[in-house]
Structures are given as structure tokens and as C-alpha cells.
């Protein structure tokens, strides 16, 4: 079975500093990544995936996001945040696989950015 | 276009009673899941539909959880003789099933307060 594991559940940072925000996940076959978003009162919204190719994948608002699979991590970045990216986050696996596709999800880190 | 559409948005019940959620995917979406979002717990998975069957009930807590869908489409989820720890909130999310790596979109959830 898979898990994931995300290690900051709050993070609270100054507009225009850095961010990075771990995951980690365990399964044994080929996966999937992705990585949520919750801004306060919306449904959560896909800010970026991996499924092949390029380890390094940009996401929107200039998110990015780098597999490295001897880590079985899949950290999220931003080089400058801004007080909009205020929300939680959700890292996510699944199996590769064609049909189910459940996610399973880490407990989710929430941004907190100061103006 | 639409999105995933949920209802009711908050639900608060006595224990006990029984409940439906509804969850309404994107046209021509033919996966559809469903997670609770509970406190400390985050995102689970309860159930996944290809068409109008689930080949994984997996997630469903106890036997009091059912789930149908019918039409390809609407999907409905009861929960009978409800108990205080059902409250969270409920999400529904589809998804083309056309290949790995899809993106699964979610409804803004049902709100589920159980007294």
C-alpha cells in the first residue's frame, strides 16, 4: 500500500521568501505525483503532476516540483512567495495504472504568508 | 465549463439518523471517487466507480457506508445509523479513465456534522 508523508503541517513565511515544502512517499511500483491545492473556501485544484519524463515539472503560479526517486520525494518550490499563495497544500501518489487511479494523500501542510 | 458539483454543501444531522450525499461528476467523466477529509486525519479514500460499478470499496469504514451510481453519472453516498465520528467532509472527484496520470478534479465537498 502506499503512504505519504509530508513532515511541515504549518509553515509560516514572509511575502517574497523561498519556499520548499517536503513529501515523501513509499510504494514499491511506478507512481504518480501530484501535488494540491486548497486556497481558503475553494475545492482543492491540481498546481502540478509528475508521471514520466522530466523529473523537474513547473506547475501554475510558479510552483515547481522535483522527483527524485532514490529519495522517493517529491518536494514542492517556489522561489518568491506571494500572500495569495496563503492555502494548504496536498502531496499525492498513486499506482500507475490504467482504471483506478485512487489518490492517497499526505495530511496536507498549510502556508500561512505575511504581508 | 462545469465543474464537479456537490450537495447538499453542509449537512448536520442527529445520530442515528441516515444521510445521502450527492455528488454530480464532469460530463463524460467516467471515474469517479470518493474521499473524507476528516480533522488530523486528511484525505481518505472511500470508494472508486468505472461506469456504474465499484471495483474498490476498499475504503469504506464500515458497512453502514454504501455508495451507488447510476447512468455513468450521479453518484450517491449513504451513510446509515450515522455516529459522531462520520463528521468531516465528504469530497467527490472524477476523472477521464483514458490513461495513468489523469488529473482527478474535486466538488467543493459536503460538510457533514454529525450532533
Known amino acids: 500500500a502506499q503512504s505519504v508523508s509530508q513532515h511541515n503541517h504549518h509553515v509560516i513565511l514572509s511575502e517574497a521568501a523561498s519556499l520548499e515544502l517536503g513529501c515523501n512517499y513509499s510504494?514499491?511500483?511506478?507512481?504518480?505525483l501530484f501535488w494540491y491545492v486548497q486556497y481558503p473556501g475553494q475545492h482543492l485544484q491540481l498546481l502540478l503532476k509528475y508521471f514520466s519524463g522530466d523529473p523537474l515539472v513547473k506547475g501554475i503560479k510558479g510552483f515547481e516540483a522535483e522527483f527524485i526517486k532514490s529519495k522517493f520525494s517529491f518536494n514542492l518550490r517556489k522561489p518568491s512567495v506571494q500572500w495569495s499563495d496563503t492555502a494548504e497544500y496536498f502531496c499525492?501518489?498513486?499506482?500507475?495504472?490504467?482504471?483506478?487511479?485512487?489518490?492517497?494523500f499526505g495530511t496536507g501542510t498549510r502556508l500561512t504568508i505575511i504581508p | 465549463g462545469a465543474g464537479v458539483s456537490q450537495s447538499p454543501s453542509n449537512k448536520v444531522t442527529e445520530k442515528g439518523k441516515d444521510v445521502e450525499l450527492r455528488c454530480d461528476p464532469i460530463?463524460?467523466?467516467?471515474?469517479l471517487y470518493w474521499y473524507r477529509q476528516s480533522l488530523g486525519q486528511g484525505l481518505e479514500f472511500l470508494i472508486y466507480?468505472?461506469?456504474?460499478?465499484?471495483?474498490?470499496k476498499s475504503g469504506l469504514p464500515s458497512d453502514r457506508f454504501s455508495a451507488e451510481r447510476t447512468g455513468g453519472s450521479v453518484s450517491t453516498l449513504t451513510i446509515q445509523r450515522t455516529q459522531q465520528e462520520d463528521s468531516a467532509v465528504y469530497l467527490c472527484?472524477?476523472?477521464?479513465?483514458?490513461?495513468?496520470?489523469?488529473?482527478?478534479?474535486f466538488g467543493d465537498g459536503t460538510r457533514l456534522s454529525i450532533l
Open positions: 460530463s463524460g467523466h467516467t471515474a
Open positions: 466507480f468505472q461506469g456504474n460499478s465499484a471495483p474498490d
Open positions: 510504494y514499491g511500483g511506478t507512481v504518480n
Open positions: 472527484a472524477s476523472t477521464w479513465s483514458k490513461g495513468t496520470g489523469q488529473p482527478q478534479h
Open positions: 499525492a501518489v498513486n499506482a500507475a495504472n490504467f482504471g483506478n487511479e485512487k489518490l492517497t
